[in-house]
């Protein structure tokens, strides 16, 4: 339940709603559309599927890496949708806006929001993981 509420609160808010104010601070009229409320069921089976390969496969680093990389163009995509004109200082914009509105998302993904669930540290080792 974590993996699939955490991919999409913060899947929605690194590839959606963050690339979305950062083009209208760029000026570029971007448009604001939710994938979890147009396509429900197919956000929600991806999710729930990629948490399942995540729990019983266990490849945690190539699922987080192949997210990244899919978020990264993700918001890229988004942006250069919106973007009339292409010179050095737009892409300049877009590039610091694509790796803030990833950047910020997947240190709380990664680090933030596994810490709300953890209850207390392990009695071995002493650090804090379930």
């Known amino acids: 339940m974590v993996g699939v509420v955490g991919a999409i609160l913060i899947g929605s808010l690194s590839d959606v709603l963050l690339p979305w104010v950062g083009g209208n601070l760029l000026g570029l009229e971007t448009i604001l559309h939710l994938p979890i409320l147009e396509s429900s069921f197919l956000i929600l089976g991806m999710a729930i599927i990629g948490s399942l390969f995540g729990i019983y496969i266990g490849l945690f680093k190539i699922n987080h890496t192949l997210h990244v990389f899919l978020s990264v163009f993700a918001s890229l995509f988004y942006l250069l949708a919106f973007s009339i004109s292409m010179n050095v200082w737009v892409v300049l914009a877009i590039s610091l806006v694509v790796f803030l509105v990833v950047y910020i998302p997947c240190c709380i993904s990664d680090i933030v929001f596994p810490l709300l669930f953890i209850k207390k540290p392990c ?7 379930d």
């Open 123 to 129: 009695r071995k080792c002493g650090h804090w993981h």
